[in-house]
């Protein structure tokens, strides 16, 4: 008898399992495997508002490189999202490529300046001694001012979805979750209401609820 009591609870948990579409199976698992999100601009603003809700109930980190992002949230999809997530990587790879080459010259100049250093400490002429670390100090001058590249284009804005707002995974494009909602005005009450919606659709998909 206790045997038949603990088999039936079982079996109805992997029936209800198996009832479930696959396609809603495999929507919690991809929300599960993201871990960061970047917040693209929407309409009246909202995004501020569901980026402060996604960070303070602990859905997803919320970062503002996108090259850290897992996943990108928008109000749009479509060949307009894509040139704009492709020009925010672009932009942000060829920052990243500046700082590290900048970083680089930086270290290479403190290299030379303590190899300088160390050839003035070794000569035994005081005359010929300083005028090898005048010379030296001339030529392991730190760089000049590091020259960036040209001004970023401002990207132009898209149609978007009113109420819609689409969570897509930044590698594959895929659309993970999608979520609807329309303020009710463009005040900050309205928006941030709006948002805690939005976002408690997010936090029951993910958790399966």
């Known amino acids: ?13 992997g029936l209800l399992l198996t009832a479930l579409p696959p396609s809603a199976r495999a929507e919690d698992a991809s929300l599960a495997t993201v871990q960061t999100i970047y917040v ?5 603003g909202i995004d501020q508002f569901i980026a402060h809700q996604v960070a303070r109930h602990h859905v997803y ?3 503002t490189d996108p090259l850290q992002a897992d996943a990108f949230l928008s109000d749009f999809v ?3 999202f894509e040139m704009r997530v492709d020009d925010l990587l672009k932009t942000a790879r060829e920052k990243a490529e500046l700082a590290a080459q900048e970083e680089a010259k ?3 100049a403190r290299k030379e300046q303590e190899t300088s250093k160390k050839t003035d400490a070794k000569g035994k002429d005081n005359e010929k001694s300083k005028d090898a670390k005048d010379k030296d100090t001339e030529d392991t001058e730190a760089p000049g001012g590091f020259q960036t590249a040209g001004a970023v284009t401002r990207i132009q804005s898209f149609g978007r ?6 969570l897509v995974d930044a590698k594959s494009r895929r659309v993970l ?8 005005n463009t005040r900050a009450e ?3 209401k709006s948002a805690s919606r939005l976002v408690s659709q997010l936090r029951k998909v993910k958790s399966g609820k």
Not at 1 to 13: I, K, N, Q
Not at 40 to 44: A, Q, V
Request: glycine residues 10%.
């Open 1 to 13: 008898m206790s045997m038949a009591r603990t088999l039936v609870p079982a079996l109805c948990l």
């Open 40 to 44: 693209l601009p929407m309409s009246s």
């Open 61 to 63: 980190q919320v970062t």
């Open 78 to 80: 479509g060949a307009s």
């Open 106 to 108: 930086k270290e290479q």
């Open 161 to 166: 979805g009113k109420g819609n707002v689409f």
């Open 177 to 184: 979750w999608t979520g609807f909602d329309i303020a009710k």
């Open 190 to 192: 309205s928006l941030q």
